[in-house]
């Protein structure tokens, strides 16, 4: 979900090699285990809050930060870690982070107290910052102009793919060898990847094949002129910034509390309600994909179908959710539910092609930043937490029972945006 970093690539390697290559390939697998080790670093945690809330006698709300705080810090720091990877070296840059993330993920499985455990999720995020922006920027670097499209899609697939494993694996490892050896496992599994990384991909080499010495000085002539300011400079982009942020309050809250939820009210173990929360997270990554596909097919000829069909998707996910928490536990809720994850990340492709649209080309990484910074400081980071918080005072199910809210609050918005998106997008076209 806070994978809208891609493009931040956009332009680094805009010619390209002309035809895909066996060592291009192995970049790809080698970036792509990587961000799936990002990913189950990430979501393992949730798949052991019964243990720790046990273990610990921890409040919702401390739970909730611990998971929230690793989006906090991607938030905050994707941006300029971004940019300090440009300057030291990607390749070098994405194996720090990844030996970062590993380590502290290691840290974790060691910790004795909630204090230490913060501590280690806090350099989690650290290390997880800037990897989606950087990671695929190697990637379409080595591969031709034509798949940049499918590798963008594949990369934000990893991301899922990594949850999944992080909650069913984590939540698996637990309830066999306790909560410890589920951290360490995965943070294991990343030290590995971190080490392997530079010693196969070649800063030199991948600059050979994607001629960059060439398109970086395009890049730098096209940018000449074009100030930072546009990232902001009409309204529309601004309404889409915040509605994609606010939607994912609840996108980043459901994941998190999922497992807690299977196991408290569907009286799962730990290892049942971890696979069942990453099949709905399976149905969330799916409503992503198939969503923007839907989206950019219905919006060929009226590009202003974006805007109505990301409202539809946070008023449906409003809608069913709601519906699926005032039922007791059974299947019509799981399907409600299932309904629910389909559509609650659905507007990420279309506010994606909104940015994209009204900013101009030059700065479209910086524009990508920033929604990943709207994405993780306006949801993925406060959902969990407040979330955990609320659910202290009234109980899981009332707290979860408040995220339509948020949902209903972003289709608000997307509408809003609509009546100044094809007004902004000719200025944008005029201007750039």
């Given at each position: ?78 941006l300029p870690l971004s940019l300090a990877a440009d300057r030291w070296g990607r390749v070098r840059s994405l194996a720090i982070m990844a030996g970062l993330w590993s380590l502290a993920t290691l840290f974790c499985a060691a910790a004795a107290s909630y204090p230490q455990m913060l501590l280690g999720r806090v350099m989690v995020g650290v290390g997880e910052a800037a990897y989606g922006s950087v990671g695929i920027a190697v990637v379409i670097s080595v591969f031709p102009q034509r798949l940049r499209s499918t590798l ?281």
């Amino acid at each position: 979900m806070a994978m809208m970093a891609p493009a931040s690539s956009q332009g680094l390697a805009q010619d390209g090699p002309g035809d895909t290559t066996f060592y291009g390939w192995i970049v790809f697998a080698l970036s792509f285990g990587l961000l799936i080790s990002d990913y189950m670093a990430r979501q393992v945690l949730n798949a052991v809050f019964p243990l720790l809330k046990v273990e610990w006698a921890l409040s919702d709300a401390q739970l909730g930060l611990l998971s929230g705080v690793v989006a906090l810090m991607v938030g905050l720091l994707t941006l300029p870690l971004s940019l300090a990877a440009d300057r030291w070296g990607r390749v070098r840059s994405l194996a720090i982070m990844a030996g970062l993330w590993s380590l502290a993920t290691l840290f974790c499985a060691a910790a004795a107290s909630y204090p230490q455990m913060l501590l280690g999720r806090v350099m989690v995020g650290v290390g997880e910052a800037a990897y989606g922006s950087v990671g695929i920027a190697v990637v379409i670097s080595v591969f031709p102009q034509r798949l940049r499209s499918t590798l963008s899609a594949a990369f934000m697939a990893g991301g899922l793919f990594g949850q999944v494993l992080g909650v069913a694996v984590g939540g698996a490892m637990a309830a066999s060898y306790g909560w410890r050896a589920a951290f360490a496992v995965i943070g294991i599994g990343g030290l590995v990847l971190a080490v392997a990384y530079p010693l196969i991909v070649r800063e030199k080499r991948i600059a050979a094949i994607a001629g960059q010495k060439a398109v970086v000085a395009k890049v730098a002539a096209a940018g000449r002129g074009v100030s930072f300011k546009a990232l902001f400079a009409n309204r529309t982009v601004r309404l889409a910034y915040c509605a994609s942020g606010v939607q994912l309050f609840a996108a980043g809250a459901l994941p998190a509390w999922l497992p807690s939820y299977f196991n408290r009210y569907y009286a799962m173990p730990v290892d049942a309600a971890g696979a069942t929360a990453a099949v709905f997270l399976l149905i969330c990554g799916s409503g992503m994909v198939l969503c923007g596909m839907a989206t950019d097919r219905a919006a060929r000829g009226n590009p202003c179908r974006k805007i109505s069909l990301a409202s539809g998707y946070a008023l449906g996910s409003a809608v069913t959710l709601s519906v699926a928490l005032m039922l007791p536990p059974g299947m019509p809720q799981f399907v409600l539910l299932g309904i629910a994850m389909f559509l609650v990340a659905g507007t990420t492709g279309p506010a994606g092609a909104m940015v994209a649209n009204l900013t101009p080309a030059a700065i479209h990484g910086s524009a990508f930043a920033t929604l990943t910074l709207a994405h993780n400081l306006l949801g993925l980071a406060p959902g969990p937490i407040m979330t955990g918080r609320i659910a202290d005072a009234i109980g899981l199910l009332d707290a979860l029972r408040l995220l339509p809210l948020a949902a209903l609050a972003s289709a608000c918005i997307f509408l809003a945006a609509r009546r100044s998106y094809r007004a902004d997008l000719d200025t944008v076209a005029s201007q750039y």
